[in-house]
């Protein structure tokens, strides 16, 4: 079975903290894994993807096929980061479904 | 470069009616994905359609059906309505075979059905 879980549904730090948003996934095979972010009133876009290896907004995630974990990092977080982010996986490459997380309220206060 | 663009924006349905929510694709994106948001949930994978074909269907019943045109928007259709299809669907399109492809999302239809 293919499942993502998001243990925390809101998180709350303050500016210039650093933030750790967790993401595991449960799928037998080679995913492709992804972080999408909902800003409020905005629709949801991609915020990194894993094969990419790059640092978007500050934030980077590294998989961990041994926790199979994709946690989503950022060592100094901005007032502007506060949104609804949704951990995802593909289980071919992102050419199919997404299967997506609950999501976390990241909160960040000033 | 025009984005995903979704219509209506909500509406209002009865249980038993019939509902078609339309989707007009990402300029140049042959592939439209289906989601179902229910309140404090992640999206769920509806179905895909690429080149008009189904390709690929989650775990929804027969009632939820859709459609991709030539120009590559797309409808889904809900029969016999019930209370839990009360969500916000959204609409991704994306071009398969790209480069470092992704999904682009669409603000989403938010649908209450009473």
């Known amino acids: 079975a293919q499942r993502v879980t998001q243990p925390e549904k809101l998180l709350s730090v303050f500016k210039g903290a650093p933030v750790e948003l967790k993401c595991n996934y449960s799928?037998?095979?080679?995913?492709?894994l992804f972080w999408y972010v909902q800003y409020s009133r905005q629709r949801l876009q991609l915020l990194l993807r894993?094969?990419s290896r790059e640092s978007i907004k500050g934030f980077t995630a590294d998989l961990n096929k041994g926790e199979t974990s994709f946690h989503l990092k950022k060592p100094f977080a901005q007032e502007e980061d506060s949104a609804m982010y949704y951990c995802?996986?593909?289980?071919?490459?992102?050419?199919?479904?997404?299967?997506f997380g609950k999501g976390t309220k990241l909160t960040v206060n000033p | 470069e025009t984005g995903v663009t979704q219509s209506p924006t909500h509406l209002i349905k009865t249980r038993g009616q019939q509902v078609t929510l339309r989707c007009s694709s990402q300029?140049?994106?042959?592939?439209v994905s289906w989601y179902q948001q229910a309140l404090g949930q992640g999206p769920q994978f509806i179905f895909q359609?690429?080149?008009?074909?189904?390709?690929g269907r989650g775990n929804f019943p027969p009632r939820f059906s859709g459609l991709q045109f030539p120009n590559y928007s797309s409808e889904l259709n809900v029969n016999a309505l019930e209370l839990d299809d009360s969500a916000l669907y959204l609409c991704?399109?994306?071009?398969?075979?790209?480069?470092?492809?992704?999904?682009?999302f669409g603000p989403g239809t938010r649908l209450t059905v009473l």
């Open positions: 991704a399109s994306s071009l398969i075979g790209a480069p470092g492809w992704t999904q682009y």
């Open positions: 799928y037998s095979g080679s995913p492709e």
């Open positions: 894993h094969i």
């Open positions: 995802a996986l593909s289980p071919q490459g992102g050419s199919e479904k997404l299967v």
């Open positions: 300029s140049g994106h042959n592939t």
């Open positions: 359609y690429y080149r008009e074909e189904e390709n």
